[in-house]
C-alpha cells in the first residue's frame, strides 16, 4: 500500500471540530476528500481501501467524519444533505487554508448519500472542483443541480444494485460535464463479491489520476 500514512487532523466546521486523516504522498498535484455514506465514518474499510489505492497513484486523500459522534446519533441528521454539503465545503476551505494543500487540485469521493453531498458541493464551487467519483450513490437526491456540474464525473454502480443503477442512469443524463458511468457486473450495494472493491478503486484511482495528476 501507500507509504505515505495519513496524519489525524481537526477540522473546524460551524463551531464543531471534524476528526480526519490526510495523507499527501510526495509530489502530489491533488487531493481527493471523501464524502462517506450515512452511518459512515472516516474509518469505512471501504473508503479507507480507496484512498490506499489512490495514494498509490500519487493523489492525497482526506477521509474526516461529516458528522459528530452526538450529531450522528439522530438518524435525520444522517440523510441532512444540506448539512453534508456545508461539512464538505468546510473541509474544502480547510484545505485552502493550509501550507501544504491551498495549491492541489481538488477532487470529491462520495459513497451512497456522500455523493450527493459531493455533487453538490461540487455544482456550488463550480471550477473550484476538478473531479468527482459516486460509488453507489445516491446522485438522484442532487438532481436539481446535476447541470451545474462543471468537475469531469464518473459515475461507478453495481450491476446487481437495480434501484441505484436506475437513478444514476437517470441522473447521468442530466450532467453536462465530462462524465463516465462504469457499471460493475454483478456488484451489489456494497460491492463485496470478489474482486469488485478493487475494481472500483483502480476506476476511481485512474479518473483522479487523470484529472488531479
Known amino acids: 500500500m501507500a507509504d505515505t500514512n495519513p496524519k489525524p ?12 486523516d490526510l495523507g499527501i504522498p510526495e509530489g502530489a498535484s491533488g487531493l481527493v476528500v471523501f464524502a462517506h455514506g450515512s452511518g459512515s465514518s472516516r474509518k469505512s ?13 500519487g493523489v492525497g486523500t482526506l477521509l474526516f467524519d461529516l458528522l459528530t459522534e452526538e450529531e450522528d446519533q439522530t438518524y435525520e441528521t444522517r440523510f441532512d444533505i444540506p448539512l453534508l454539503v456545508e461539512r464538505l465545503l468546510s473541509a474544502t476551505e480547510w484545505l485552502r487554508s493550509r501550507d501544504d494543500t491551498r495549491d ?16 453538490l458541493a461540487a455544482a456550488e464551487l463550480g471550477d473550484q472542483t476538478d473531479a468527482v467519483v459516486s460509488r453507489g450513490g445516491r446522485v438522484d437526491l442532487a438532481k436539481e443541480r446535476l447541470s451545474e456540474v462543471t468537475a469531469p464525473t464518473l459515475f461507478v454502480v453495481g450491476g446487481a444494485d437495480e434501484p441505484v ?3 444514476n442512469r437517470d441522473a447521468y443524463e442530466k450532467l453536462d460535464c465530462e462524465k463516465s458511468l462504469e457499471v460493475i457486473p454483478g456488484a451489489g450495494h456494497l460491492f463485496e463479491g470478489p474482486g469488485q472493491l478493487e ?3 483502480d476506476l476511481a484511482a485512474d479518473w483522479f489520476e ?4
Not at 487523470?210 to 495528476?213: R, S
Open 45 to 57: 474499510p471501504r473508503n479507507n481501501y480507496v484512498a490506499d489505492v489512490i495514494r498509490e497513484h
Open 210 to 213: 487523470t484529472h488531479l495528476g
Open 199 to 201: 475494481d472500483v478503486a
Open 9 to 20: 487532523v481537526t477540522i473546524p466546521a460551524d463551531g464543531v471540530e471534524l476528526e480526519g
Open 165 to 167: 443503477l436506475s437513478l
Open 104 to 119: 492541489l487540485k481538488i477532487g470529491y469521493f462520495g459513497s451512497s448519500t456522500g455523493a450527493a453531498a459531493a455533487l
